[in-house]
């Protein structure tokens, strides 16, 4: 079954310092998502992403975030400078068109950034 | 402010039980209904979706939906040890094309051998 592979597993960083975090989406599909949980909290919605640009973004996604799609494969996340409070496990999710029966979201693995 | 409540538990069953989960959304106009299963430190795993009021079996699981009453529930039958997760509720206001889910915090299930 495809899946949704994100790199790396664990990015340590220091406050202040700017980490891309990758994800490569399954291949058909169409809806790109970034959601974060902090430990012991519940999973947030940060953006969306269609079309190469966003569709949603969230109060977290502030300018300090930005996503894109740079060659048709991988979906990143920027954090240009990191915060102590964006230690959290962040999730790549993609969607296909849900035409078929109905829209399901399938979640990567995770990379788990802790600023320090 | 859309909101999605689950009993943060833990939900403790003995193995061979039925366990039952439960959820309850604020929007009145979602129309699409999951359940993911969450192992500590791992990502989400979708077990569930339900979009039409009722029930939904897959397996041991059965997904039911009440929206007038706004609520989604989660049986798992012949509980195994290896069902011990979070269990989380998330809610989506269309059924098809983009939009972003809204999670309640989880419920932690427990099964006992």
């Known amino acids: 079954e495809p899946e949704v592979t994100q790199t790396p597993s664990h990015q340590v960083t220091q406050m202040g310092q700017e980490v891309i975090l990758r994800c490569v989406p399954i291949?058909?599909?169409?809806?790109f998502y970034w959601y974060r949980q902090i430990l012991g909290q519940k999973v947030e919605f940060l953006v969306s992403?269609?079309?190469?640009?966003?569709?949603?973004k969230s109060e977290i996604f502030d300018d300090q975030f930005s996503v894109e799609r740079p060659d048709g494969s991988n979906f990143t996340l920027k954090i240009r400078s990191t915060k102590l409070e964006d230690s959290a496990m962040y999730f790549c999710?993609?969607?296909?068109?849900?035409?078929?029966?109905?829209?399901?979201?399938?979640f990567g693995p995770g990379t788990r950034l802790t600023v320090t | 402010q859309k909101e999605v409540e689950q009993n943060s538990g833990p939900l403790s069953v003995p193995e061979g039980a039925i366990a039952s989960l439960n959820c309850t959304y604020s929007?009145?106009?979602?129309?699409?209904f999951f359940w993911y299963r969450q192992y500590s430190g791992k990502s989400p795993e979708l077990i569930m979706s339900?979009?039409?009021?009722g029930d939904k079996e897959d397996g041991r699981f059965t997904a039911q939906l009440n929206k007038a009453s706004q609520y989604v529930s989660l049986l798992i039958r012949d509980s195994q040890p290896s069902d011990s997760a979070t269990y989380l509720c998330?809610?989506?206001?269309?059924?098809?094309?983009?939009?972003?889910?809204?999670f309640g915090k989880g419920t932690m299930l427990l099964v006992s051998p």
């Open positions: 291949s058909n599909h169409l809806y």
């Open positions: 998330a809610v989506n206001p269309q059924i098809s094309g983009y939009s972003t889910l809204t």
């Open positions: 992403f269609y079309n190469n640009e966003i569709s949603e």
């Open positions: 929007d009145r106009g979602s129309q699409s």
């Open positions: 999710a993609t969607e296909d068109s849900g035409l078929a029966g109905g829209t399901k979201k399938y």
């Open positions: 339900i979009y039409s009021n």
